[in-house]
Every structure is written in structure tokens, then in C-alpha cells.
T-cell receptor, first 112, second 114 residues
Framework: GQNIDQPTEMTATEGAIVQINCTYQ??????LFWYQQHAGEAPTFLSY????GLEEKGRFSSFLSRSKGYSYLLLKELQMKDSASYLC?????????????FGPGTRLSVLP | KAGVTQTPRYLIKTRGQQVTLSCSPI?????VSWYQQTPGQGLQFLFE???????NKGNFPGRFSGRQFSNSRSEMNVSTLELGDSALYLC?????????????FGPGTRLTVT
């Protein structure tokens, strides 16, 4: 089956660093994505990992370990505008080809 | 460059009716995916189209269907609407088909079934 787990909510302070974890179990794997979604808005792409290791993109970094079925999104120098939901998604191989499986999302609140 | 556009933005239908939603991808993008988002189930993949062909499909009943036109614009149709179909339907486009291509989401169509 397919299963993606993320913490439901997290709280952090402006200027701090926060790590959002994602664990997944899928029948196939063809890449892991992180998206940011502000309330009432559409998701926006943050990062993509297909090989093990760390991908850095400004204040945001994403890590992947395929053998452990584990990823994390690291947000540095937190800003108030980073308050949003963060969605982990895996491109899985299903019965009808590849499809995207999304986690439930982690709602991050950044406090002053 | 204009982003992904979806029409209509809001829609109210009654049970048993059918509905068609439209998505225009970013110019030059050839792949279009559709998602359903609800508070209880989160974001769920419906299907992906590329070159007018359905390439991937999620775990939804046959009442949900879609198509893509030669200009990459896409439509999705839901027949015999049920109350549980009330959701935000999101369309996303990407430059090409296959792993790694970044998806750009449209603003969504909010469907309410009464």
C-alpha cells in the first residue's frame, strides 16, 4: 500500500531553524517532492529529491534516504511568512502507472 | 508568463448532476495533472495527461474522468455528483512528463455539492 506520514503541527520562533520529517512506504519510488501551501492558496513547489542526500536551495534544504523511506525539509532563518502547511509527496508506481501520493501536510506556525 | 488558470473558480451543484472543470496550463507546458483536496483526505492525485493521453491515474472511481486537447488545455468531468465530491480541485502543469519536473498549481475550483 501507500502511506506517507508527517507531523500534523509544528511551532517555531522567527529566526530559528525547523526540521519537518516525512516517512513513506510506497510500492515504487520515483522521486520525492516538498510543497508549501499557504491557507487558501495553491501549493507551490519547494524541492525535489530522487537520489540520497541533501539538496540545498537558499533557506530551504531537503534530505532523502531511500533505504529508510525518510525525508526531511529544513527551513533556516525562519520568517513569519514561512507560516504555512508543508506537504511531502512521493511519485509512486501504482496500478495505472506513476501517480503522486501526498502526505497529510505539516502546519507550521512561526511565532515572533 | 501567465500562470495556470482554472475555470470556474467556484461552483455549486446538486447531487446527481455532472460537472466539467477546465484548466489552461502555463504556455509551453505539456503535462497536466489534477488533484482533489479536502480537509479530511488532504491532497489526492486524480490523473495526469500528456500529449492528449492519460499517463497516470489515482485511485478514484470511474465517475471521475478527464481529457487533454492538442493545445494542452485539459478538462475533468465528474458525473453523478455525490456530497463527498465537495472539494477544492487543483490542476497543475509541468513542462514535460516524467520524474523531476516541477509542477505549477492553479488557484483551484471550489466545488460544493448540495
Amino acid at each position: 500500500g501507500q502511506n506517507i506520514d508527517q507531523p500534523t503541527e509544528m511551532t517555531a520562533t522567527e529566526g530559528a531553524i525547523v526540521q519537518i520529517n516525512c516517512t513513506y512506504q510506497t510500492s515504487g519510488f520515483n522521486g520525492l517532492f516538498w510543497y508549501q501551501q499557504h491557507a487558501g492558496e495553491a501549493p507551490t513547489f519547494l524541492s525535489y529529491n530522487v537520489l540520497d542526500g541533501l539538496e540545498e536551495k537558499g533557506r530551504f534544504s531537503s534530505f532523502l534516504s531511500r533505504s529508510k523511506g525518510y525525508s526531511y525539509l529544513l527551513l533556516k532563518e525562519l520568517q513569519m511568512k514561512d507560516s504555512a502547511s508543508y506537504l511531502c509527496a512521493v511519485r509512486d508506481v501504482g496500478n495505472y502507472g506513476q501517480n503522486f501520493v501526498f502526505g497529510p501536510g505539516t502546519r507550521l506556525s512561526v511565532l515572533p | 508568463k501567465a500562470g495556470v488558470t482554472q475555470t470556474p473558480r467556484y461552483l455549486i451543484k446538486t447531487r446527481g448532476q455532472q460537472v466539467t472543470l477546465s484548466c489552461s496550463p502555463i504556455s509551453g507546458h505539456r503535462s497536466v495533472s489534477w488533484y482533489q483536496q479536502t480537509p479530511g483526505q488532504g491532497l489526492q492525485f486524480l490523473f495526469e495527461y500528456f500529449s492528449e493521453t492519460q499517463r497516470n491515474k489515482g485511485n478514484f472511481p470511474g465517475r471521475f474522468s478527464g481529457r487533454q486537447f492538442s493545445n494542452s488545455r485539459s478538462e475533468m468531468n465528474v458525473s453523478t455528483l455525490e456530497l463527498g465530491d465537495s472539494a477544492l480541485y487543483l490542476c497543475a502543469s509541468s513542462l514535460d512528463y516524467g520524474q523531476g519536473y516541477e509542477q505549477y498549481f492553479g488557484p483551484g475550483t471550489r466545488l460544493t455539492v448540495t
